[in-house]
């Protein structure tokens, strides 16, 4: 450690960056405190109306529905990743194992909105679900799915699902197998085995996979944006709207802002709690 | 050992839960195949006529071509970039101690918990503010900023699984600092790097949100100009990018999954 010969050149680079994001950030902080001058991109004085303004209902609606689109994604997202990984994990053939890695990895490497743009082509009123359903005569009329929380919320739960599983998968291979044979040989039965040895050693993945599909369904825009067709606004949507519709950046910067609190706020809450857990499961 | 009638019964129905979920995930992308082809503007199913028409248009269609070059330039310079800096830093935060060092990881890091709008509010209101004007390099700047934890991650766990035996005999020998640099840790770490820097461009390349506020009609990118068109257009062109992006990423993975095994990759072995 006393050599030091490449310390500042080889984080000169990073510096520079670690820059620019702490420049963007007082950047936002600082015009969330200042006046909106309609009509030009400059701001005016100090003050504290942009805070004021975000208790309007619009607003307040546009944090509730984030959440609970965060909550209704991360528990399908867990339902249905959580077998899926388990079978990813656990597949006996090879072949088995590398399609259901590559079918469920995929999407993560296509974008938002080749996803999203797919979803509206399924639920739209002329889409494949309610042309199939109307169909074979279970349905007269369309159901809406677009401009629901329940479009949004199917679309988002297809776009956080491929990370979850990734997760997931990673902390279901780390659980040393010897100890479900150990249950097995003593006489557990399969759904013992998993529901006292599998199911708590991965509650830590759960708990990681949890909170990246929080921060992912939070920081989603194209989903909400093209599914909820402003009819569901979310916060992302909401900043947006601010920034290009009036081009009012201070109100889209205080917006920013208290959703990055927020966002801190619950991870923190969130990794304390897991925190807690871990204590208590390793002296129990 | 023989099975009971109720471990069959388990059997089947996780087999039937895992067809039921890997159609789930493969539904849209069936659907948007099917719709791809339909002749009709006005989508519909089953499609009556069939016809290539929308593929056609969406090759000639120059936004699309302008946004694919846009965002093949920019993926590749931020991915170089990204490669450049967090492979550096990610060396300096492996092996040396220096005051600010958390303060420095902890900001380079954040992008993974601020939200892809709030990074492209910031760095808009900054550019407006500085009067500079809407290059392509500031779209590059934000995608640095937002692959960048990735690829230090990546590296950083290369690092840690480094034998450093290999540099202690090279440096015993009277080798000099940077050439145990060039000769002995570089190479070794090259996968890392060629990995890290793959999945930096695969990130940029998709990334829109951010992109979407700082972008103009000049350096719009690939997925920025889909965006653009589906606000403009109802017809199923979309449906045709959609297909050829899939198939393309789809192909790109089984290569990838032949020579490194994405088990491997992901960490999920």
């Given at each position: 450690?006393?050599?030091?010969?490449f310390l500042g050149w080889f984080s000169l680079p990073s510096v520079l960056i670690a820059f620019a994001i702490a420049a963007s950030f007082i950047a936002i902080v600082q015009y969330s405190f200042r006046a909106y001058v309609p009509g030009s991109l400059d701001p005016g004085g100090f003050t504290l109306d942009n805070f004021t303004t975000l208790w309007k209902t619009v607003y307040g609606q546009a944090f509730l529905n984030t959440v609970l689109l965060c909550?209704?994604?991360?528990?399908?997202?867990?339902?249905?990743?959580y077998p899926l990984a388990y079978a990813m994990v656990r597949a006996q053939s090879v072949k088995l194992r590398s399609a259901i890695l590559l079918i469920s990895l995929t999407p993560l490497f296509l974008g938002e909105i080749v996803r999203t743009y797919s979803w509206i082509i399924v639920l739209g009123n002329r889409g494949f679900v309610n042309a199939t359903l109307m169909q074979m005569g279970f349905i007269d009329a369309p159901i809406n799915f677009m401009f629901t929380m329940t479009g949004v919320v199917i679309a988002l739960v297809h776009f956080t699902l491929p990370i979850v599983v990734v997760m997931l998968a990673a902390a279901l291979s780390h659980i040393d197998m010897n100890l479900e044979r150990a249950a097995t040989s003593l006489g557990a039965g399969r759904v013992r085995v998993f529901a006292s040895i599998t199911l708590p050693l991965s509650i830590p993945g759960i708990a990681a996979a949890t909170s990246t599909a929080f921060a992912w369904t939070f920081s989603a825009f194209a989903t909400p944006q093209m599914i909820g067709g402003g009819k569901v606004q979310t916060i992302s949507t909401l900043v947006y709207q601010v920034g290009f519709a009036s081009f009012n950046f201070p109100l889209a910067a205080s917006l920013s802002l208290v959703g990055l609190l927020f966002t801190i706020a619950v991870l923190a809450i969130f990794n304390t709690g897991i925190r807690r857990l871990e204590k208590f499961g390793a002296h129990s | 050992m023989k099975k009971s009638l109720f471990d069959h019964l388990l059997d089947w129905s996780g087999r039937v839960l895992l067809t039921m979920i890997l159609g789930f995930v493969l539904l849209p992308f069936l659907v948007v195949f099917i719709a791809s082809f339909n002749d009709s503007a006005i989508l519909s199913f089953p499609p009556k006529n069939w016809s290539l028409r929308w593929y056609s248009n969406?090759?000639?269609?120059?936004?699309?071509?302008?946004?694919?070059?846009n965002s093949l330039k920019v993926s590749a310079i931020a991915a170089t970039f990204a490669m450049i800096a967090g492979s550096g830093f990610a060396y300096v935060l492996n092996r040396y101690d220096f005051s600010l060092k958390s303060l420095l990881n902890s900001i380079l890091m954040s992008p993974l918990i601020i939200p892809n709008f709030t990074i492209g509010l910031g760095l808009l209101i900054l550019s407006t503010a500085?009067?500079?004007?809407?290059?392509?390099?500031?779209?590059?700047?934000?995608?640095?900023i937002i692959v960048l934890p990735f690829v230090i991650r990546s590296v950083y766990v290369s690092l840690q699984n480094f034998e450093r035996r290999y540099e202690q005999a090279a440096e015993s020998l009277g080798a000099a600092p940077l050439r145990v640099l060039l000769t002995i840790t570089l190479p070794l770490l090259v996968p890392g790097l060629i990995s890290g820097a793959l999945f930096a461009a695969i990130l940029s390349f998709n990334e829109f949100t951010a992109s979407l506020f700082v972008v103009n009609q000049g350096t719009q990118t690939f997925p920025v100009a889909m965006y653009n068109y589906v606000r403009e257009y109802a017809d199923p062109t979309l449906a045709a990018v959609s297909v050829i992006y899939v198939i393309a990423v789809a192909a790109l993975l089984l290569v990838v999954h032949k020579f490194f095994r994405l088990e491997?990759?992901?960490n999920v072995e």
């Open positions: 450690m006393s050599k030091r010969p909550l209704w994604t991360a528990i399908f997202t867990l339902l249905i990743g | 969406a090759i000639e269609y120059r936004d699309f071509g302008k946004g694919l070059i500085a009067s500079l004007p809407r290059t392509i390099w500031l779209v590059v700047a934000v995608h640095v491997k990759v992901l």
